[in-house]
């Protein structure tokens, strides 16, 4: 099942995804996705509708260094555990939403990512790989924007991971993906800079739920990202960015310069 929040005439709403391409549905459900799902009788084309950020979640919990590749490109080892930071819940956006180069920073890098969105109330000190798999209501797709050289200069990453903007998210969320071993691919300008797998990673995502659920309480509606394969590049204001993952879909950005 795709899972959408969307803008539409009456309001915003979120929505069951039916169909591919031009053909495409969306049905506005009751309320909120978690649970027993119920939608109602309003139903929109998909191309009719403006696609959001599927969640604006209390926090973005991020995972450093999570392939072996990525890591050797910045000449860093791989953790023995994961390795966390934050995002700001201000710095997701959505699908074709503008990405904002702050003037702060000289060296603005895309890093695509699998993200994973919490389903289950209160996920708390998660013992097993099944209940942490009980715990993810689905994945999307994830841009985890970095000022690479305020990542160096700061020696600790939350201004250079925390502008706003700087956390795209979408297209929508799928329940029904096995994320063990999908393509990861990010474009940018139509030249693939970055392509892995998930298989390749340090720590899966079930590790990793698992692992952050003895450090803080994960709610409904919550993202983890789960670190980003090797090929990160900068970025400069006119390109478009897109992060691509087998069986979800593609995220696409705009990038612009932010004046000082």
Not at 87 to 115: C, F, Y
Not at 147 to 176: M, N, Y
Request: net charge negative; charged share 20%.
């Amino acid at each position: 099942m795709r899972i959408a929040r969307f803008a539409h005439g009456q309001g915003m709403s979120f929505g069951v995804i039916e169909g591919e391409g031009t053909g495409a549905t969306v049905t506005e459900i009751s309320g909120h996705p978690f649970g027993q799902i119920s939608t109602t009788e309003q139903r929109w084309a998909l191309d009719d509708v403006r696609l959001m950020s599927p969640m604006l979640p209390s926090k973005v919990v991020c995972v450093g260094r999570n392939y072996v590749a990525h890591a050797q490109e910045h000449n860093t080892d791989v953790p023995s555990e994961p390795l966390l930071f934050l995002k700001p819940s201000t710095s997701v956006i959505g699908p074709n939403d503008e990405i904002r180069l702050p003037p702060q920073s000289k060296q603005v890098e895309h890093e695509a990512e699998l993200a994973i969105v919490i389903g289950m109330p209160g996920a708390r000190r998660v013992t097993d790989r099944a209940e942490a798999e009980d715990a993810i209501f689905g994945y999307t797709c994830a841009n985890d924007i970095t000022a690479r050289d305020l990542q160096e200069s700061d020696g600790q990453w939350t201004r250079a991971k925390g502008f706003d903007s700087f956390c795209p998210l979408g297209p929508w969320i799928d329940t029904d993906v096995d994320p063990s071993d999908v393509e990861i691919r990010c474009e940018v300008n139509d030249s693939v800079r970055q392509l892995g797998r998930t298989k390749d990673m340090v720590f899966s995502p079930a590790a990793i739920v698992s692992y952050v659920s003895h450090v803080m309480t994960l709610l409904p509606g919550d993202v983890v990202l789960t670190g980003t394969p090797e090929g990160v590049e900068p970025l400069n204001p006119g390109d478009s960015v897109s992060v691509s993952i087998d069986r979800i879909g593609t995220l696409t950005n705009q990038v612009v310069s932010l004046e000082s």
